[in-house]
């Protein structure tokens, strides 16, 4: 799996200024208001706050901003400075790219180039000369599309594996389907979309074979955004459920630390 670009993301917010700037709001669900002297001004989409505001998010919101070259990503409901998360964005960042990169061997473990697949059959024999074969269609086969995921991903085209997983998430069932939404989230979180990758790993079961990379990337990702009771909860759970072990155990361990138990 090619490594992300996240560390390079991470070297380039280490060198920007952290004085007051302007904020695009990207990306909103639910209620999201920002502070205005003593009042509160609901935000939309395409709104501006400055990085020196405080935002509150209802029950159930997220929120993203931006100023085109950073961007503060907020998944829990609260009141929250916008730049003390600025300050530490560059460290989240790091860490983020950290666990992507680990977590990565799951989404592909082989990467097996020599792999194919042609008009959705898979291993399919060659024809005999001069015969007809007719093959139904069932619609789009999620193997195959899982395949072509994970070859964007090793090209670094995060966004668009993320697209892929998605397409191949609506053609699987069942645990397949988990493990292609898992995939989705992770692109996502490589992509530096942080909200829809979060948003995407609430809705894979926190039970099943995907439960435990689930918590860690999900409880990663919550620490960068706000969300430290979810990220403490998942994380207890999947350790007292034994769901992981060796380096990922110790991971969950670390995150339960910085989380602060």
């Known amino acids: 799996m090619k490594r992300t670009w996240l560390a390079a993301v991470f070297a380039i917010s280490a060198l920007l200024a952290l004085g007051a700037s302007p904020l695009s709001v990207s990306w909103i669900d639910g209620k999201v208001e920002a502070k205005s002297g003593s009042s509160w001004r609901l935000l939309s989409v395409g709104d501006m706050v400055d990085s020196q505001d405080t935002v509150r998010l209802g029950a159930g919101a997220v929120a993203e901003f931006s100023d085109g070259k950073r961007k503060v990503a907020i998944t829990a409901a609260g009141m929250f400075p916008l730049e003390s998360l600025l300050k530490g964005g560059a460290d989240a960042t790091k860490k983020r790219s950290a666990t992507v990169d680990k977590l990565g061997r799951l989404v592909d473990p082989n990467a097996r180039a020599s792999q ?57 069932e069942g645990e397949q389907k988990d493990g292609a939404l898992y995939g989705k989230a992770w692109a996502l979180a490589a992509a530096d979309s942080v909200v829809p990758a979060v948003m995407t790993l609430r809705t894979i079961p926190a039970s099943g074979p995907w439960a435990g990379p689930r918590a860690l990337l999900l409880a990663r990702l919550d620490l960068e955004s706000g969300a430290v009771e979810e990220a403490r909860s998942v994380l207890k759970t999947a350790i007292d459920a034994k769901l992981l072990v060796g380096d990922d155990l110790a991971l969950a361990k670390s995150m339960l630390e910085e989380a602060g138990k």
């Open 116 to 172: 194919t697949a042609v008009a959705g059959v898979r291993g399919a024999a060659v024809e005999p000369a001069g015969e007809t074969i007719t093959w139904a269609s069932e619609g789009p086969d999620p193997d195959v599309l899982m395949d072509e995921a994970r070859a964007l991903a090793r090209d670094g085209r995060f966004a668009e594996a993320s697209h892929k997983f998605s397409e191949a998430a609506d053609a699987a």
